[in-house]
């Protein structure tokens, strides 16, 4: 199909495009990437008066490491993303969630903002944001506001940004000697996944210390295990402390169904990740890598 | 706000200066085949899935379908049409001939013009790492093996002729 009429503005500055979001609110729609948008136009899922395409804006662009933090702009393309060194070296888990993210061409065009804003529960960038404890910045006329990962999504592609407000970058801390853990299911390679875990994992002398584990592709949201986390913080990550956090997947999951997988079957297959996530992290922390 | 908007553009095609005024909520393969005239990039989801309508745009692989025309200001846009009289990717266009890594013919020039990107960077790949790089076009004839073939061979020839082509 063909896109719904709407007005087209290419913004030339960061204050021109809250002016129009402060005037135009519900009624327009960010332009990044395009490629949730462009889709949802086209089959007049989404039919907003006003495109405000970003794509102008350099102040949103750049991955850049400063003081301990990532800055990852809200514009920086998912393949800038893939093949940024600052971002395999001190972000190694979102290094490895890339390749999962669609295709090539699609990687070429979409953006970490444009990902992040959108919050759909199977995307892989929130989910990694959310076990980063990344937090993101939102500016509207009113001025800038900062926002922890775990209180910007809200559920169903929905987030704490008001109406008014653009997703200027996010801010992501860099954790040195966590491990990180990245699995996914899809149907096809760089399609939506039907069951995901990002894990970020502190591993000292054998004793998972902490960890932050985020499920997506499960629930509305990502979401961060927390029973899953209780049953082997302070433990060595041994088949029986692992089937412990496996068996409390359902306190923390209660999985949406869909065509592509029921409820059951997500729920099952994140237990299936968990299980080959922990044991990955364990053996990557006590140096004895597994066979691929 | 409730009439057609449209925009002018200026922008570069397969090596040539156009300049069109387009409706803004035109896509840019809408403007290429319809306006253009150039019919070899296709359309078969519109939604971003299939990949039938890859193109070149800024030197990047891009889906046509998820662009506007009016995004494309400025850019330099190349169609199956401007990679196939470069002779960019004859040798592989020779190989699917040769493999039957084309049935209906349907998805072939998003199929050439997503290779093409991989052959851009002139090294050896696996299958795998094929298989990988095309996964965002769907083919629904060959059941992908041939074209994978055809592919890997173009690479393997390319590289024991010892040279970037491109």
Redesign the interface.
Known sequence: MKAPKFSYVRAVSLEQVLELLERYGEDAQILAGGQSLMPALNMRLSAPRLIIDINGIAALQGIAFKDGMVRIGALARHVEVANSAIVHQHLPLIAAAMPHVAHVAVRNRGTFGGSIALADPAAELPACALALDASFVLQSLAGRREIAASDFFKGFYATARLPNELLIEALIPVRQNWVPVFLELARRHGDFAIAGVAFQLFIEGGILADARLAYFASEARPTLGRASLAAIKGERLDATSIEAAVSALPEDLAPMGSAAASAKLRLYLQSVLTRRALAQAQAAATGHARPP | ?????S?PIRLTVNGEPVAHVVP????LV?FLRSVLGLTGTHLGC???VC?AC?LRVDG????G????A??A?GADVVTIEGLDSTGEVADLQQAFVERNALQCGFCTPGMLM?AA?LMRAGARKTRAEI???L???FCRCTGYHAIVDAVFATLEQRASAGGNRV
Do not use: I, K, P
């Not at chain 2, 990047?60 to 889906?63: G, N, Q, S």
């Not at chain 2, 379908?65 to 506007?68: D, G, P, Q, V």
């Open positions: 706000m409730n009439g057609e908007e925009m803004v909520r035109q896509h809408d519109e939604h971003g990949g890859s990047v692989l891009v889906r379908c998820l662009m506007l009016v995004q200001d997503a990107e298989r990988a790089h996964a965002g076009n």
